[in-house]
């Protein structure tokens, strides 16, 4: 069973900056997409950023594009998510998730079916 492990996730201030990676497990791992959400307590998953893994298209969320920049190494089967000007509201759990097979629509929560552990992101005012 492939695994994704995140890393880069911590403490910084406001309007700082941290990159969040996550890695495959499996060097053979294909995949049709990769994506970040963030998930506060009490809530659902919240679409951050995807790309696609051969075109390398780019997806945001409005609230979060310019802020945030995706970006892949296919050969590491890692995607990276760089994250600028970061605010206290930013402070939630982040997780990377995979499309094994093939969904149009990379918004949906339900259309990855692999996951990372999630790492946690505090942002202090």
């Known amino acids: 069973q492939v695994q994704l492990v995140e890393s880069g996730g911590g403490l910084v201030q406001a309007g700082g900056s941290l990159r969040l990676s996550c890695a495959a497990s499996?060097?053979?791992?294909?995949?049709?997409?990769m994506g970040w959400f963030r998930q506060a307590p009490g809530k659902g998953r919240e679409f951050v950023a995807a790309?696609?893994?051969?075109?390398?298209?780019?997806y945001y969320t409005d609230s979060m594009k310019g802020r945030f920049i995706i970006s892949r190494d296919n050969a590491e089967n890692t995607v990276f998510l760089q994250m600028n000007s970061l605010k206290p509201e930013d402070t939630v759990v982040y997780y990377c998730?995979?499309?094994?097979?093939?969904?149009?629509?990379?918004?949906?929560?339900?259309?990855?079916?692999?996951w990372g552990q999630g790492t946690q992101v505090t942002v202090s005012s």
């Open positions: 790309i696609n893994w051969s075109s390398g298209t780019k």
């Open positions: 998730a995979a499309q094994g097979h093939y969904k149009a629509d990379v918004y949906s929560s339900l259309n990855y079916n692999y």
């Open positions: 499996e060097r053979t791992f294909s995949c049709y997409a």
